[in-house]
């Protein structure tokens, strides 16, 4: 499976000190069912460890996600910043999710050319 993280994601988990390491791994628990809400719409929320903070104080991730196909990065916030996302927000991210999981390849490698999403490492 590919994973990539959205521009605006990239920037803010380089603030939170969250690694390409610690999403495969989340991207990897998932892929065994380790899914901590299934929003709908291909959307899931993962909670994610940071560096001596482990899971519990670590951050909440938003995720576009399609076994066996890709998963997207799309949104994160710490837990001790906020308790969770509005209605309104959790709609506008369905519709991104759907967008994104039906990227074809060429509107992928254009969004990766135009440094909107990156790859995952």
Known sequence: MTSFK?????????????????????IQEMEQGLIDADLGGHVYKKRVGIKGRGKSGGVRTLIAFQLEERAFFMYGFAKNKRDNIEDNELKALKVLAKKLLNYTDKELSNAIEAGEIIEVL
């Open 6 to 26: 959205l521009k605006w994601f990239h920037k803010w988990a380089e603030k939170e000190d969250l690694t390409d390491n610690a999403l495969q791994k989340a």
